[in-house]
């Protein structure tokens, strides 16, 4: 006698019983015998409901092709009144992600070594798929990532981590991880115990070693010194990843170590190793199938739903930052998303509601930051959404390899400007930052940020049309595209003051300074145009110069663009010497509240300037290179 199969999971009936389960449903075999209530109170195991829903998709899979219509099946062409296919998706045969002779998960293409056309491998093996964020499987399938990653953070709360790595982790989840999302924190904490597939030593080093610039001079530079200062973690790191790279086994960490190594370098001023870096970074992304939606392919090889959310965050990672190091660098965005890229959806927002506090700031006695909503997913997907409107402004205005029409510049005027207004427009009041009624405690570091480049994509945006010429174009010059960028540059100004009265300055990261390079570049062109020689530009002026004076030493890169903006004013004998800059505390650091910084106004509202025809003319009349545009170089 055969016994049937034990279910994964019981009813109360036999479990109370002790007594083998089908898990039929809604009533289990036994139950309907006794004519009995069957209930299954207990939820299922995870490994039992993710091959319930595996069983499903594929079930789905097989009606949705049965209910092609035969004729339409045996030509291959869809009928009239049919559906027709997604525009943007790659050729017929292309049969999506496919693990390679080694394990790893890769793409190829019909002109690829690893492909043989033949008449059943070149059939579309595209599947219509929803949003399943807005579905109740994804609703399952968040709630099961959101728990996960609870139980991470909470076996990482009681883990054993030794001093100073523990607090130099603590500053890559604080400054770093809200902001890019490089790293998925749940798998990378549960590996790293285990030495599992989304861990590296080499990831770990490179976390360790960008942390290190925010924490020289903290409560742990002491426990520093045995690793000079973190220049150990840096070799590490750097030895680590060419053993990776040499051995062809790159992954998931190689990409992540790759970014961070990049925004690392960039923020030194080594422009050539962070386009390196960046650029491998993209290139294996490709290698590993990162940048497809393996979901929208029948053919595709089976991921988890880890794999999809930690490959999704990785794409848009990517994204952000491509567009971010071309514009540092003044270059063509590499990376381009399409309608086969993954989609802007995270499932697990367990970061959402995390309480954020400025990781090792020390305040004066009796004050204290008040921990705050992190909202680090809203903030990265809509900084996301921000980067894709900025890169077409890259694109169609500042891209050095394009040769745009005036009429391209035009149209991307209008509709970038519209877009960036209608972003503005539906941001969340919790991560919109109004300079005409500042918070009385600054917001966490991402918003900063992500306020900040919205003002500097702004600029960017408007700044180039200050400069045309009657004979050039039949386009007026547009007083408003003046207004945006001043108000603009004295958001950012009055915006930044806030973060440093808060945080201090030894916190701020690459794009807030880059941010306030931007501000100061509108007051110095009001300075060349002869338009605003008042107290009230001179001092918005000497506050840029004096914030990127401080942050220099966070920031290297920085003293390339302050070269840049002093001789500017040597050209114009505006002798700005007499600035007095402080050095930070010898002890090592300077409280964040004292009021070490000066204001940049006396009123820090924005004030909306009144453009004159005369001032029009005084910047039309400007050479364009006298402007100080992207890059930091």
Known sequence: MSLS????????????????????????????????????????????????????????????????????????????????????????????????????????????????????????????????????????????????????????????????????????????????????RPAFTRDME??????????????????????????ISHLLVPYEDGEVFSRQARSLLFDELRSGQSSIPTVQTLLLLSAQECSYGNRTQAWLYSGMAFRLIEDLGICIDGQKYAGSVRLSDEDIEIRRRLFWSCYFWDKMISLYLGRSPTLQHSSVSPPQIMLDDSAENELWSPHGVVYPEGMEYAPTQAHSISCFVRMCQLSEIFNQILIHIYDPLQENSEDEIQTCLTVQGEALKLWWKDLP??????????????????????????????????????????????QKPDPNHLVECISSATSIIAIFDLFCKTFGDSYCILSLSYSVYTAASIFLLQLQAGMSQDEQT???????????????????????????????????????????????????????IQGDFIHPVADPVPIVPQVTKEMLEAFSSLEPVDATVSRLW
């Open 5 to 184: 199969k034990k279910s994964a999971f019981s009813c109360d009936q036999c479990r109370k019983r002790k007594v083998r389960c089908g898990g039929e449903q809604p009533s289990c075999k036994r139950c309907v015998a006794r004519e009995e209530t069957c209930e299954y109170k207990l939820p299922p195991t995870l490994s039992y409901t993710q091959k319930l829903e595996s069983r499903v998709e594929e079930l789905e899979r097989l009606v949705s092709q049965l209910q092609i219509p035969s004729a339409e099946r045996a030509s291959g062409s869809p009928q009239p009144g049919s559906p027709k296919p997604r525009s943007g998706l790659p050729p017929a045969s292309f049969q999506g992600l496919k693990f390679d002779g080694q394990g790893s998960i890769t793409y190829h293409g019909a002109t690829s070594f690893f492909h043989l056309p033949n008449a059943t491998s070149d059939k579309p093996s595209t599947v219509t798929v929803t949003d399943p964020s807005a579905s109740l499987d994804g609703e399952r399938i968040r709630q099961r990532l959101v728990s996960n990653a609870w139980h991470q953070r909470a076996l990482e709360t009681f883990a054993e981590t030794p001093e100073p790595f523990r607090f130099l982790l603590k500053t890559h989840w604080c400054w770093i991880q809200p902001l890019f999302n490089f790293v998925y």
């Open 194 to 219: 285990v030495s599992g597939p989304y861990y590296s030593h080499a990831l770990l080093n490179t976390m360790l070693s960008h942390s290190i610039r925010w924490c020289r001079k903290s409560q």
């Open 429 to 474: 009041s919790f991560l919109k930052i109004d300079p005409r009624e500042m918070p009385l405690q600054c917001p966490p570091s991402h918003i900063v940020t992500l306020n900040c480049l919205y003002h500097t994509f702004t600029i960017l945006l408007y700044r180039p049309m200050l400069f045309q010429r009657s004979e050039v174009t039949d």
């Open 538 to 592: 001179l001092a918005r002026l000497k506050f840029s110069i004096y914030s990127l004076e401080r942050v220099k030493s966070t920031n290297p890169v920085i003293a390339s663009a302050l070269d840049l903006i002093n001789k500017a004013l040597s050209k114009l004998d505006i002798d700005l010497s007499g600035l007095s800059i402080q050095s930070p505390d010898p002890a090592g650091y300077v409280p964040p």
